[in-house]
């Protein structure tokens, strides 16, 4: 049955091709078809990448690579974001050519010039940020941009009929007629696999799989990555630092760092630990140590908070917590359930649509941007390079924002009355130094344009300004999120030092280990309400994933 | 089969903006050529005419020099607006409204004041008014969310016909029966330098414009909080900018300039009102106010730039002229090398964020 499914998916994937391009498919079409007719057997090379290397100006992101595959197996990459992951994914997926070495299917040697040519190979690719049409059902988006059996018409019967069995083979449980907006974020990502599946993937690579999911969305995708390796399926997931699930689904896993193989290992003879130390190059603190501080006042106090969605939809409902100096409240929850919209109100960013805000006991509702910041309150918002930072401008030009019309930023200069006007440059800059040495931000000057920092860069530098802007609370939405050990571990450090200075923190995270190993207090918001606050020694995994699910609510009401 | 890859890259360097700017002008050029040579013309000729009339010679760049004052002044107020998206394309009324308020202060002053104080009174009338106009719209904008593009271009007609009733109606000039007002007496017109129509005190307030600007934008707070309102304005209100205030500032401002480039070409060039004192006239399709667009792109919206521009829009604006009397091509041509000027450089400065490659398939 496997094959005549399989076989299906290729034939119409090779007359999608042959309408394109006839001489191109017909040259493909021998290793396609190779390819197609043997037998998957469980434990045969499937790919292999031999030498790959991959010069950028200055960089060298790939260096003499060697990377494979067999069938039935899940061989995980992991490594830091610029270790060069992403470079060589691309390399397979035809968006990128290496420079020098050679890619092999099942020991041809092939050359992929784009993802349509890595799709016909039978190489599938999960993103990260999932590419599906909202308001279409599954099998819509699925058939997307494939020839259809009846054309001009579409054959979404017959679609729905192939994803039934799909799921059923590899025990999906997706539902063809559904829309995908009513679809949660594990259901959309089991899509996306499909989608690969679909178009006759026999290697799989999954980008950050777990990034985005709930503690129990992430077992079942493992429990999906396993049986697609039973069924034969060569897996790639690229990690950047959930070491603990690599340990659970991985076979072998290959460890780049600054573009090289440092290490290729089985997984059961190494542990988290071993990884960490390999991918960074030293010993790695897993868990800050949790400070103790002194609590003091009640710094922020929000009380049955309403707000709206972008989209005028009620995106809190009734949201009531507090947070005193020195403590960190931390809010868990999947992303898209009010945590945005929690921070935009508490900074003056959002309208608020009932209840109130207070700050030291006054009131701050509906407030205007700058009266939040004037009460120092900062903000590190989960989209950098949309909210946080200006991209071309200078990094100098990045550390001022917000404290910019303060001194010792700004000066009389010539002018004849006491009005400070123009902007010091020689403070900005050397404020600028300072920062850049203080948070180990990479970068050849503090005059070249932001935009050519890395990620953990970036938001090195956001945390350096907040927090050099010396604030009372800090709201801190996904300040880890994407980024790679190091700069994780960093952050996490700055965080914890800055509460035990008797800062009052309110931590957004989707990273249930971050939220529960530097909180204090732990919230959990669903669907636009805060279902349970529970003190951090006493909360259980489990019971915090299944309240993020929505599945129970308990722990004290309100604060 | 070629493929093309287009990957988004970092801003371009000063020096690279300025060779783009340069080799979207010859672009231009040489589709104008295509223009031209269609007419049956050289365009090689045409084109050395063109440059030699608007730069060759003492008198040519008189001539320019007049005309880069409105250019000048209100170039740079738009290079000001755009720098914070603010898309004001109501300089032409903003300068007809000038021209209205100065010319009235000019003419109907209750009571007596020393010229210099009288002409000076003429010019805040002139700015206010042209502010006054553009802050209309900001206003209109940020309250209601009433698209400024549309409002300012608008206004535009508004202003026209204001202009029109006036010089037709109450203003006109008795006795002869042109649609102008009486001229302005002898001490309220502008001086000139010898020998030429350069009214240098608008050209000397231009300049002060421009280095304010230039100052403004690179040295002060609030030319800082106008670059990252216009850079992002999410992240502007996220610094906690005041978007409201940053757009009536830049509106008042380029306004208030293109109203002193209208009381200027009245009390110096016309020494009364009329149409076409913004420039719309015979020889130019165009008002300053539109060409002034052209301007702040060419300048890249920077204060220095854009009176480089003007400079230079100006010398192809007197040598078309030239073109046009001694050739016998159209007007139109030149404006229609303009419109290409503007097209690729706007073109230009858009694919200049990109980086293509192209790359050999099978």
């Known amino acids: 049955m496997r094959q005549s499914i399989v076989g299906k998916i290729k034939h119409s994937t090779e007359r999608f091709g042959r309408t394109l391009n006839q001489a191109r498919v017909s040259q493909k079409e021998k290793s396609t078809r190779n390819f197609r007719l043997r037998k998957a057997k469980l434990g045969e090379v499937v790919l292999e990448m031999r030498g790959i290397t991959k010069r950028f100006p200055g960089v060298l992101a790939n260096d003499h690579i060697d990377f494979d595959i067999k069938t039935g197996e899940v061989h995980a990459l992991l490594g830091e974001n610029g270790a060069g992951k992403t470079t060589l994914m691309n390399i397979l997926y035809g968006l990128y050519q290496p420079d020098e070495g050679e890619i092999r299917i099942r020991g041809k040697r092939v050359t992929i010039t784009s993802p349509k040519d890595a799709i016909d190979l039978g190489i599938g690719m999960v993103h990260q940020h999932f590419m599906l049409v909202d308001p279409m059902t599954v099998a819509e988006n699925v058939v997307l941009g494939l020839k259809s059996s009846r054309e001009p018409f579409l054959d979404i019967d017959r679609a729905e009929k192939r994803i039934t069995e799909l799921s059923k083979k590899y025990g999906f449980k997706v539902d063809p007629s559904a829309k995908i907006e009513q679809l949660s974020v594990g259901e959309r990502q089991r899509v996306e696999i499909i989608k690969a599946l679909y178009r006759g993937a026999q290697v799989l690579i999954l980008d950050e799989p777990t990034a985005v999911l709930t503690p129990p969305e992430v077992k079942e995708l493992m429990t999906i990555i396993r049986r697609m390796a039973k069924e034969g399926l060569a897996v790639i997931p690229f990690i950047t630092h959930k070491l603990p699930e690599v340990m659970a689904i991985s076979d072998r896993v290959t460890i780049l760092r600054r573009g090289k193989v440092v290490a290729r290992i089985e997984t059961k003879r190494t542990n988290k630990r071993d990884l960490a130390k390999k991918m960074v190059g030293r010993e790695v603190l897993f868990r800050v140590k949790r400070g103790r501080a002194k609590m003091g006042r009640v710094v922020l106090e929000v009380k049955n908070l309403e707000a709206l969605s972008d989209r005028d939809l009620p995106a809190l409902k009734k949201v009531s917590f507090s947070i005193r100096e020195g403590e960190i409240l931390g809010i868990a929850g999947v992303s898209g359930n009010g945590q945005r919209e929690l921070a935009e109100a508490i900074t003056g960013l959002r309208r608020v649509t009932g209840g109130r805000v207070y700050v030291l006991g006054g009131d701050m509702t509906n407030k205007s941007p700058s009266e939040f910041i004037d009460q120092r309150i900062r903000y590190i918002p989960e989209d950098r390079m949309k909210r946080g930072l200006l991209m071309d401008f200078s990094i100098a030009e990045n550390a001022i924002l917000k404290a910019h019309s303060q001194p010792p930023f700004v000066y009389r200069w010539f002018l004849p009355f006491d009005k400070k006007w123009f902007l010091d440059e020689r403070k900005i800059g050397e404020h600028t130094e300072k920062l850049i040495q203080e948070y180990g931000i990479v970068t050849p000057s503090k005059d070249i344009p932001t935009r050519n920092l890395s990620g953990g860069n970036l938001q090195r530098l956001i945390l350096a300004r907040e927090l050099s802007q010396n604030p009372k609370v800090l709201i801190a939405n996904q300040p880890t999120r994407g980024l790679d050990v190091g700069a994780t571990e960093f952050i996490r450090k700055k965080l914890m030092e800055q509460k035990e200075k008797g800062m009052a923190i309110l931590l957004i995270s989707e990273d249930l280990d971050e939220i529960m190993s530097m909180s204090d207090r732990i919230a959990v918001m669903y669907e636009g309400k805060i279902v349970g606050i529970v003190p951090a020694d006493k909360a259980k995994v489990k019971e915090i994933g299944l309240m993020m699910a929505g599945a129970k609510q308990e722990g004290e009401r309100g604060h | ?362």
């Open chain 2, 1 to 362: 089969m070629l493929g093309l890859k287009i990957e988004k890259r970092a801003a371009p360097l000063p020096w690279v903006e300025l060779g783009i700017s340069g080799l979207s002008i010859v672009i231009a050029l040489l589709a104008g050529s295509v223009l031209i040579w269609t007419q049956g013309f050289s365009p090689l000729h045409i084109y050395s005419t063109l440059f030699s009339g608007g730069f060759g010679s003492f008198s040519a760049i008189a001539k320019t020099l007049t005309k880069t004052i409105p250019l000048l002044l209100i170039g740079v107020g738009l290079a000001l607006a755009f720098k914070a998206k603010a898309w004001n394309i109501g300089a032409p009324g903003q300068m007809i409204i000038g021209a209205i308020a100065g010319t009235g202060v000019a003419l109907f002053l209750p009571f007596d004041l020393p010229a210099p104080a009288h002409i000076a009174l003429m010019f805040i009338a002139g700015f206010a008014a042209g502010a006054g106009l553009a802050a209309i719209c900001a206003f209109l904008n940020t309250k209601i969310g009433l698209d400024m593009v549309v409002s300012t271009l608008l206004l535009n007609y508004v202003v026209l016909k204001l202009l029109k009733y006036l010089i037709y109606g109450p203003w006109q000039a008795p006795g002869w029966g042109f649609p102008y007002t009486k001229e302005l007496s002898a001490s309220l017109q502008l001086p000139t330098l010898a020998g030429t129509r350069i009214h240098y005190p608008t050209l000397i307030i231009g300049i002060v414009a421009v280095l304010l600007i230039y100052v403004l934008m690179r040295r002060t707070k609030l030319g800082y909080e106008i670059r990252v309102f216009g850079e992002n304005p999410k992240a502007a209100e996220y610094a906690g900018i005041n978007s409201f205030k940053i757009i009536i500032l830049v509106m008042i401002i380029s306004g208030g300039l293109a109203g002193l480039a209208g009381i200027g070409e009245v009390a110096g060039i016309h020494h009364l009102l009329k149409e076409g004192i913004d420039g719309s006239g015979l020889a130019y399709v165009s008002s300053y106010g539109y060409t002034a667009i052209i301007v702040a792109w060419l300048g890249r919206r920077s204060a220095l730039g854009s009176a480089l521009a003007a400079f230079f829009i100006a010398g192809i604006l007197v040598g078309g002229y030239g073109v046009q009397l001694i050739e016998g091509v159209p007007f139109a041509m030149v404006s229609a090398i303009l419109g290409l000027i503007l097209i690729s450089l706007i073109g230009g400065a858009i694919l200049a964020r990109y980086k293509f490659t192209f790359r050999r398939g099978r």
